[in-house]
């Protein structure tokens, strides 16, 4: 398809146990950002890729979360030994890399931790 | 730090009539707006943008939006709301098109007959 796909999309997983999350950009955005959205936080930047650069990590919530990008394009964000806070819709987007771009966002993962 | 407020959690208006969804940010410099909506079990779309030039922006589905600099809003604004306007409504600022966005906590529409 042409948009940004996610994968799973839903994943009920129990507390304590790792989950990976999928992301697949629009070919050729060089950009590539995860959100988290949760009841009572709203829309949370988690981290971003821009390209061959280093990974902006500012927005993980703690030392459980990850994140990699393989070839510039697909990202698996990775959540360790997973807790019941972590339970929400995580969002992946993707734009080209100029200023005047826009981001374009996928349908999301909704994760449950029981 | 920057930051979005959007004062208004729930609204609901009669279809047809006008609609006006309030967005107030804080921010060092002149930022980059954007308005998303998100349908349930839906992703976000982007209504409109707004980078420079034009304070008003016009968007997709008869939306448009107003930046003011002096009041630092961005107010969303449809003249005549459709039913299948009903979604959450998100105000997002940031750096550039391409850094990561800082969002307001949403405005939920509702659209009664």
């Known amino acids: 398809g042409a948009g940004v796909s996610q994968s799973p999309s839903n994943k009920v997983t129990e507390k304590g146990k790792d989950v990976e999350l999928r992301c697949d950009p629009i070919s050729g955005h060089t950009a590539l950002y995860w959100y988290r959205q949760s009841l009572g936080q709203g829309l949370e930047f988690l981290i971003y890729?821009?390209?061959?650069?280093?990974?902006?990590k500012s927005g993980l919530p703690s030392d459980r979360f990850s994140a990699e990008r393989t070839g510039g394009s697909v990202s698996t964000l990775t959540i360790q030994r997973t807790q019941q806070e972590d339970s929400a819709v995580y969002l992946c987007?993707?734009?080209?890399?100029?200023?005047?771009?826009?981001?374009?966002f996928g349908p999301g993962t909704r994760l449950l931790v029981l | 730090a920057q930051s979005v407020t959007q004062p208004d959690i729930h609204i609901t208006v009669s279809e047809g009539a006008s609609l006006e969804l309030r967005c107030n940010y804080s921010y060092g410099a002149t930022p980059y707006l954007f308005w998303y909506v998100q349908s349930p079990g839906q992703g976000l779309q982007l209504l409109l943008k707004?980078?420079?030039?034009?304070?008003l922006v016009q968007g997709i589905k008869g939306f448009e939006a107003e930046f003011k600099r002096s009041q630092s809003s961005f107010n969303l604004r449809k003249p005549s709301v459709h039913w299948s306007d009903a979604a959450e409504y998100f105000c997002?600022?940031?750096?550039?098109?391409?850094?990561?966005?800082?969002f307001g906590k949403g405005t939920r529409l509702s659209v009664i007959a």
């Open positions: 987007a993707s734009s080209f890399g100029g200023p005047q771009e826009t981001q374009c």
């Open positions: 997002a600022v940031g750096l550039s098109g391409n850094t990561p966005l800082v």
């Open positions: 890729f821009q390209g061959n650069s280093a990974p902006d």
């Open positions: 707004y980078f420079s030039g034009d304070t």
